[in-house]
């Protein structure tokens, strides 16, 4: 067996993961057998580890649990959450009922807000609320145990890197923000559907992530120009079929049940720039970019990634994988989108697993983006109390320190991706 390297024992290998562990009994040792009890052990000791984290989130969020997520004070306290939101109004109906998610939110995410409110018994408002959160608060939990554990999957002789997903510090601050998790899951799982040879289940869970969010369809097309270089055609045929089918069958459930789902995508083309996205410098600046120049920036983004995947797949040089390739692919359209929010940092996550990340480079990534949470709730609360509030060029200069926080994690990942390459511990079939 290889001696452990920073892959398959990180507290080995790593400095922050070795300080990390010394209040669990410190790096594994040197005679250690690793990698005996298999992937899932890791698997399920890094999902239970989530949890603590989600439960941390709650924590974090205390003071709208008590006191109820109004504003200002939810977001004085960076407490602030979209999922009691999605407890008003009257129970029954169906997601695109007046007032529901569906006019606003792609299907699967306003389905599922839909059944969170069904099962939300009646009472006060803040009650309502509360329950509401904290059944919130256990499918975010569940699902970010279904991502890492399908994040480990891919990873069976490395499994410890999926605590990029489990371990990430953006999980207290960012993961009960929204059910952005949802589609975070359904994607983790259809990447590892296609790892594992399966492309037909892949393709449905990957169109059924598109259903939650949009951002799948970078994982979908970067898979599309790995499968196109290697000449894998037929798995990719039934891939994009299972897809399709997956979206037909979602856009046909919602429009039996009366919904518009394209709502959400027509109103995101009228929409003004929004909090974290590089044309908010410009509003910040009082000198705002029509909603049209930005969408036709934002359908400009997604081609240029798509453009840059084309060349980095057709390199002779150097073969390349998926995640380096969808982690730079979804990066330049999220920052070139017309909004960035808060809960974006979730997608990248099991992206950062996938191409070996090293953990000096994720947590200056994720003290960036702590960062820029704070400071996102300081300015939206700035109309309530001029004085506390955080000014406009302190908010873009931390939104540019963010931004390029992502470039910066992009760049990593295609220089300790060659770890895996180099690393004898690592799979051939990998």
Known sequence: MPSPTRLTSPSRGEEPAALATGIIGGPVGRFAAIGRRGWTYAAAMLSALASVLVALGVLQKNHCVREGWGSPGALWHACYSDLPVGSGGPKGGTPWSSGGAGNTQ?????????????????GSALGTQQVYFAIGTVIIALLIALTTIATASMLRSTPWLAAHVAL?????????????????????????????????????????????????????????????????RGPL????????????????????????????????????AGYGSPGYLLTA?????????????AVLGWV????????????PVERTQLAPLALTMLVIVLLTGK??????????????????????????????????????WMYIAGPSNT????????????????????????????????????????????
């Open 285 to 297: 600046a009082h000198h705002p970019l029509p909603a049209t120049s930005l969408s036709i920036i």
């Open 339 to 376: 909004s960035m929010s808060v809960q974006s940092c979730l997608w990248v996550l099991p992206l950062m697993a996938l191409a070996a990340l090293r953990w000096r480079e994720h947590l200056l990534w994720a003290g960036a983006e702590i960062v820029y949470f704070v400071m996102t």
């Open 237 to 272: 045929a039934r891939c994009l079929t299972g897809a399709a089918a997956a979206i037909v069958v979602c856009f046909g459930v919602a429009y039996a049940w009366g919904g518009d789902p394209l709502a959400p995508y027509r109103g995101w083309w009228h929409q003004a």
């Open 106 to 122: 792609p299907v699967l995410t306003a389905i599922l807000d839909w059944i969170v409110k069904q099962l939300t018994p009646g």
């Open 304 to 315: 240029v990634a798509f453009l840059l995947g084309v060349y980095l797949t057709g390199r």
């Open 387 to 430: 004085a506390k509030a955080l000014p406009a060029a302190a908010y873009s200069f931390f939104l540019l320190i963010r931004l390029i926080a992502y470039v910066g994690i992009a760049w990593a990942s295609w220089e300790t991706s060659q770890d895996l390459e180099r690393d004898p511990a690592t799979p051939a079939d990998r």
């Open 168 to 232: 990430s510090p953006v999980l207290i601050t960012a993961a009960l923000v929204s059910f952005d998790v949802l589609g975070v899951a359904l994607a983790t799982v259809g990447m590892a559907l296609w790892a594992r040879r399966h492309p037909a289940a892949a393709g449905v869970c990957l169109g059924a992530a598109v259903m939650a969010r949009t951002n799948p369809l970078v994982l979908l097309g970067a898979i599309t120009l790995i499968a196109l270089r290697d000449g894998t």
